[in-house]
């Protein structure tokens, strides 16, 4: 689905933006939210690419638009306009929600993550993380301050210990889960149908593995399942994402069951 380019956005309250965002499902879940709680609210998905989340937050802000979630690629810009973040936030080098009279920014990604593993019942313990990208980042730093015994591994291996080096955690060239009870898939690879190749044996026989992405086949998942290890995707991190959103735009407890229903298929 096309999304419209910022400078041609049709008013509404909320939105998500990036580039390219014509997939997202936020939409759906956050209207539907808002249906739930009896609140008059439109939100959108609108295209804005890399270099101008300002101009364009100035611009929705003036058309009515009350707050955004950011995506991809435009969550460090978000987290270098933000005029204030919480603690927490400030850690994670990017922000994915604005809120646009302040332009106080925040990020729901850490604690989402860490939401649904509570949840699953993951208690502090080793962790593998693939990738070194943004959501690598994310999910490395909110499990570190977790008390999470965190190594990251990367297909280039030079971005994983520069990151790794810059949040503080282990780096390891092996792609290992031995001695791990958790594994996170932090990489864009489903989307190109490959996957990180993760040598499972050893793992705790209560390992969960864990993949940020959604509604996408997910190599990584089917062979964690193929080697007995607890599976989740990252479509009940999104819901989760998407509810400590809107409870920190507007102050109330998220329909978070009628959210999953929306993205449910
Ligand atoms: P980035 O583009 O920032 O990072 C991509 C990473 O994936 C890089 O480390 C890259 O390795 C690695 N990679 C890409 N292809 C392969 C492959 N075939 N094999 C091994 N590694 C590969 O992506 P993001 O951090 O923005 O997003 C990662 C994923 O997380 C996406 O699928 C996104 O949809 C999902 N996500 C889900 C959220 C949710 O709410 N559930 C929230 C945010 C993100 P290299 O450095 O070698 O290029």
């Not at 580039?19 to 939409?27: E, M, N, Q, T």
């Not at 570190?144 to 591994?153: C, Q, R, S, T």
């Not at 149908?193 to 086949?217: I, N």
């Amino acid at each position: 689905m096309n999304a419209p380019h910022w400078r041609d956005a049709s008013p509404a309250d909320y939105a998500v933006v990036g580039d390219p965002i014509g997939h997202s499902w936020s939409p759906l879940m956050q209207n539907a939210a808002f249906r739930a709680l009896g609140l008059e609210l439109r939100y959108s998905a609108i295209r804005v690419p890399a270099g101008e989340l300002a101009e364009a937050a100035t611009h929705l802000r003036a058309a009515g638009f009350r707050g955004l979630n950011v995506t991809v690629p435009l969550k460090e810009e978000a987290f270098a306009l933000a005029s204030e973040l919480d603690a927490e936030s400030s850690r994670y080098g990017a922000a994915n929600v604005l809120e646009l009279e302040t332009l106080r920014g925040h990020n729901t990604d850490g604690p989402a993550f860490m939401n649904v593993l509570r949840r699953l019942g993951v208690e502090p313990c080793r962790a593998l993380v693939l990738g070194a990208g943004g959501t690598a980042r994310t999910l490395a730093v909110a499990l570190g301050l977790a008390g999470f015994e965190v190594a990251i591994h990367n297909r280039t291996p030079q971005k994983a210990a520069r990151l790794s080096a810059e949040i503080g955690v282990r780096h390891t060239l092996q792609a290992s889960a031995r001695g791990c009870s958790l594994v996170v898939d932090a990489t864009s690879s489903s989307l190109t149908g490959g996957g990180p190749l993760v040598e499972w044996s050893g793992a705790s026989p209560d390992a969960l593995a864990f993949a940020a992405a959604y509604g996408v086949p997910s190599r990584f998942l089917e062979a964690a399942a193929a080697a007995g290890l607890r599976t989740q995707d990252g479509a009940e991190m999104l819901v989760e994402q998407g509810a400590l959103s809107l409870e920190w735009w507007l102050g109330v407890e998220a329909p978070r069951e009628a959210m999953r229903e929306a993205i449910r298929r």
